[in-house]
Structure formats: structure tokens, C-alpha cells
């Protein structure tokens, strides 16, 4: 029977790393993609019932939250989803290259903003002390753009240059192409799927 070595542990990490941004590659983007659509379906379908449906703020919850209120609620939700974000679009990084690789780590750097807020929000609701002694938890821009408004701007700034990232990689040019370690910009694999 084999022991596993400390050593062995971040091998076999690199190594799911190296899989991810080449040959697995293509379906990681689209895993994490249906999360991404998948939450931004949420904030649609809240927004929808905020200004369209003119329901009252704690009422509009999305599609979870109507089931499951806890989950609109729970600080500990929204930071877990802003930190499978932030895990995704590092560990997503280094398939990138030129063009595309820019974009994307424009988008990574939002979200690491956009991460800081929610933990921000969640260390308040541990602690018990909101900042500037509201009744609820407050990030630092919610002091200026309401909460509901604030999570569309973040969702959709973190999300048009991901999308620009994206469309740039499965298009590379010569240089991108000769650097890339996957195939999503290979025209003959795209055809054939």
C-alpha cells in the first residue's frame, strides 16, 4: 500500500493544474461558466422583481431565495460564491495567453475587489458591528450604490472582460496559438464537437 508523501500532495496539484489549462481546458470554461450564468440568473430575476414586479427588497430573493430565504441572507453564501469566483478565474489563468490572457486578468482583478467586499460584509456579520453602525452589514461602495444595484455593476464589470477573454482565446491569433497550451482556439477541434 502506497503512503502519501508531503511532497506528493502538491505534485498531484500541479498536475490537475497542468490538465485543467491544456487538455481540460475547454470543459473547465464551461463549468465555470454555468455558474457564472447560473448566478447571474439569480441577480437578473431579483432585479426583475425589484423594478419590474415592484415587489419590496427583502421580497425579492431571486429564484433560490424564494424556496430557500436563508440563502439571500446568509453572508456566508454570497462570500463562498464571490471565493469560487476568485478560485476560478486563477486557477483558469494560465490557459490563457496574449489578448485573451489581459482581459482575463482584468476580470481577476475585479473580482479580487469584489471578493474583499464580501468578505468585508461576512467578517461584520461574525463580529456583530456594522460599518457606520447600520442595522445591517455594508460594503465599502454600498455606502454610495444600494446593494441590489451594486451586485449587478460588480457581476456584469467582472463578467464583460471575461467574456472579451473568451471570445479572444477560442479566436487566437498566430502568436496566441504557437504560446496556447490548450485547444479551445482550434478551429478543426471546435468543428468537430
Known sequence: MATRTPSSTPGRYRRGLNRINSSGHRVALQLFMVIVVAHWAEHIVQAIQVYVLDWPIP???????????????SEWMH?????IMLIGLFMLLPGFTGRSRTWWKISTGIQVWHHFEHLLLLLQALVGRNLGGGDAPMSILQMVIPRVEL??????????????AMYLHTRPNKAERESA?????????ALTR
Open 59 to 73: 421580497e425579492a430573493r431571486g429564484v433560490l431565495g424564494i424556496p430557500f430565504p436563508w440563502l439571500v441572507t
Open 151 to 164: 451586485h449587478l455593476f460588480y457581476n456584469a464589470i467582472v463578467f464583460a472582460p471575461m467574456v472579451v
Open 79 to 83: 462570500y463562498g460564491y464571490a471565493l
Open 181 to 189: 497550451t490548450c485547444g479551445c482556439g482550434d478551429r478543426s477541434e
